[in-house]
Nanobody, 123 residues
Framework: VQLQASGGGLVQAGGSLRLSCAAS????????MGWFRQTPGKEREFVAG????????HYPDSVEGRFTISRDNAKNTVHLQMNNLKPEDTAVYYC?????????????????WGQGTQVTVSS
């Protein structure tokens, strides 16, 4: 399975972006998808996760109410809608897949990663 992330870019504070992550290759019915972000010198940070089978989602407080993760089963694609973006949201965003059925915030539990897409929010 390969993951291809897209949709990053430059946006002003308060604006919105929608990231997409398309999966190709063999897929399974029981797994979770997550979005993480990383800035230079910092650890990878969990920002959203979704159980592919049930659609249940999980967010950290830092993005709750601003970010929404969703899935398109037919296209094997997961999206991250980011609204009311802040300069501190600036990072490289990665999508990833975990074999767990429960969304986890721990990056080491994800075994497939996309290539990352840059999101820059100007003040």
């Amino acid at each position: 399975v390969q993951l291809q992330a897209s949709g990053g870019g430059l946006v002003q504070a308060g604006g919105s972006l929608r990231l997409s992550c398309a999966a190709s290759g063999r897929t399974f019915s029981s797994y979770t998808m997550g979005w993480f972000r990383q800035t230079p010198g910092k650890e990878r940070e969990f920002v959203a996760g979704i159980n592919w089978r049930t659609g249940s989602t999980h967010y950290p407080d830092s993005v709750e109410g601003r970010f929404t993760i969703s899935r398109d089963n037919a296209k094997n694609t997961v999206h991250l809608q980011m609204n009311n973006l802040k300069p501190e949201d600036t990072a490289v965003y990665y999508c990833a897949r975990s074999r767990l059925e429960v969304v986890t915030t721990r990056p080491e539990r994800y075994y497939i990663w996309g290539q990352g897409t840059q999101v820059t929010v100007s003040s």
